[in-house]
């Protein structure tokens, strides 16, 4: 009799927890950003539980290579906001919308510029 009250105990918690009352949804995770425009480039970065992110990725672009750091958060309601610095030096903005599993924006970085689209992976 233990042995079923405990397996009933079990199957009632997993369902519990896999009902989407139990389950958060946020911005943290793993996600894609894909940059467009004056420059093609993909990048893989983190959200942390608090909505912050930094990454960065050496970029070739216009013959050269730089070091691109992209910094920013996300509020509650999904408006993005990052700066971009190239070389160490604020060199532009991102900023755009997301959903808890994609965005789109703009971004601009001084000589450079497009949109860019994102996805939680």
Do not use: H, P
């Not at 389950?23 to 996600?31: A, I, M, T, V």
């Not at 610095?85 to 000589?111: C, H, P, R």
């Amino acid at each position: 009799m233990k042995l079923r009250i405990i397996f009933f105990f079990f199957i009632s918690l997993f369902f519990l927890s896999s009902c989407s009352l139990f389950n958060k949804d946020s911005f943290e995770g793993k996600w894609e950003l894909k940059l467009n425009g004056d420059l093609t480039e993909i990048f893989e970065f983190d959200i942390s539980a608090n909505n912050d992110f930094s990454f960065s990725k050496d970029v070739f672009f216009q013959g050269n290579t730089y070091g691109v750091t992209i910094k920013g958060n996300v509020t509650k309601d999904g408006k993005l906001l990052a700066d971009l610095f190239a070389l160490g030096q604020k060199m532009g903005i991102v900023e755009g919308a997301l959903t808890y599993e994609n965005g789109t924006g703009k971004w601009d970085a001084s000589y450079a510029r497009g949109n860019w689209s994102a996805v939680k992976k």
